[in-house]
């Protein structure tokens, strides 16, 4: 089974520039989608990037323009986060799919989820 492990994050002025990845610790290599998604408190987990098998990419739109998704060849997944607004706060959430044959922004539609990590904004 996929096990996601997420580091990086931490705090930054806003402006600057943050990352976070994501790494799949027992390699199954066998996700249709990685996903990063985020939740401040008292908000709903809400869908910021995604890539598919074949690199495909989708932003949430106050992600575009800003944010990178990217996955290397051990399909680690990572986010680059630039000219990050308080707004960005939160905890992001590195995430995958077995059961659905490409990418979603629907938190349901994803079967792994790693531990989280947080980024703060001020």
């Known amino acids: 089974h996929v096990q996601l492990v997420e580091s990086g994050g931490g705090s930054v002025q806003a402006g600057g520039s943050l990352s976070v990845s994501c790494t799949d610790s027992?390699?199954?290599?066998?996700?249709?989608?990685m996903a990063w998604f985020r939740q401040a408190p008292g908000k709903e987990r809400e869908g910021v990037a995604a890539i598919d098998s074949r690199g495909g990419t989708a932003y949430a739109d106050s992600a575009t323009g800003r944010f990178t998704i990217s996955q290397d060849v051990l399909k680690n997944t990572y986010l680059q986060m630039n000219s990050l607004k308080p707004e960005d706060s939160g905890m992001y959430y590195c995430a995958a799919t077995t059961i659905l044959p490409g990418c979603s922004d629907r938190p349901v539609d994803y079967n792994y989820w790693g531990q989280g990590t947080q980024v703060t904004v001020s």
């Open positions: 027992r390699r199954t290599y066998s996700t249709y989608c």
